[in-house]
């Protein structure tokens, strides 16, 4: 029975043992860590908010304070989900629509992009062609492109993915072609002497080593292409970010207007470190999140 006892109390201590290595350890330096972290924004807000409680409170301002934006815009806050037809829908399907528009355009504008900047970064030609083209072209301001594009498709559906696309492909073709001008001469001189194909030297050389630029023109990319698309919803309507905050111009809701830039700006951020992170996984941590 002694005997028994013991082993089950040996099995126990070391169930437990294992537990506690398998358990990352809390220590102090990380708690002091997460601390310098999360405090000082939160410590920012708190004190933006009260400024701004204080500010707006009086009688003759003109934007409500938080706490008449909360009370104000509880229903839109409190239920996202709701769909009553037409336009008449919540924050979520708002923002799942500009979503929507802003994958697809984007997803255009990474693929001519990288194609495009690939081809000005390994040409001495196309450079010289298509560079003062780009520099022109890039300056010009989105919304400057929308009744273009209406007269061109018709639509406003194609016509907002066409702003996306022609707003956020430019940085992913500059930094794509400094990326590839970037190549070290060594990895062009090993793909001579191993005698990569034109595809090969692509993937294997060109790609790995312009990552890290691609990236940071993805990320200029993806917050252009959200800023494009809340302007450019404000002049074509229907279901969409943009036309929730004009809508809600319209109806002098200004505590919504408030509420739904809140929501602009958090998933703004959420795009940038998902392109962020994706960078650093795929370059291994030369991309900086």
């Known amino acids: 029975m002694a005997a028994t006892s013991a082993t089950l109390g040996t099995a126990a201590r070391d169930a437990a043992s294992v537990k506690s290595r398998r358990l990352p350890r809390v220590t102090g330096r990380d708690l002091r860590a997460l601390g310098a972290r999360v405090i000082p924004p939160l410590v920012v807000l708190a004190a933006f908010l009260l400024f701004w409680e204080v500010a707006c409170s009086r009688p003759t301002a003109g934007l409500p304070p938080p706490s008449r934006v ?21 924050l979520f399907w708002h923002i799942l629509a500009s979503l929507q528009r802003v994958a697809l355009g984007f997803a255009l504008a990474v693929v001519a992009g990288v194609m495009l900047g690939t081809l000005v970064g390994q040409s001495e030609w196309a450079m010289r062609g298509l560079d003062p083209v780009f520099q022109v072209l890039r300056t010009i301001p989105p ?6 594009s209406l007269a061109a498709f018709r639509d406003g559906q194609p016509s907002a993915i066409f702003v996306i696309f022609i707003t956020s492909i430019w ?12 190549i070290p001469q060594d990895y062009r001189n090993v793909a001579a002497v191993i005698r990569l194909n034109p595809l090969e030297f692509f993937w294997k050389i060109m790609l790995p080593s312009a990552a890290p630029y691609i990236f940071t023109g993805l990320r200029i990319g993806v917050g252009l292409s959200w800023l ?52 650093s996984l795929v370059t291994r941590g030369t991309s900086a999140a």
């Open 70 to 90: 909360l009370s104000e815009a509880w229903p839109i806050i409190s239920d996202p989900f709701f769909d009553n037809g037409g336009t008449d829908k919540g």
């Open 143 to 148: 919304l400057a492109w929308l009744p273009l």
């Open 171 to 182: 940085p992913i073709i500059i930094n794509t072609a400094v990326g590839i001008r970037n």
């Open 228 to 279: 494009a698309i809340v302007a450019a919803e404000m002049l074509i309507g229907g279901v969409g970010i943009g036309f929730f905050i004009w809508d809600a111009w319209n109806s002098s809701h200004i505590s919504e207007i408030i509420v739904a830039l809140v929501y602009v700006g958090v998933i703004g951020f959420i795009l940038d470190r998902l392109v962020a992170a994706a960078g």
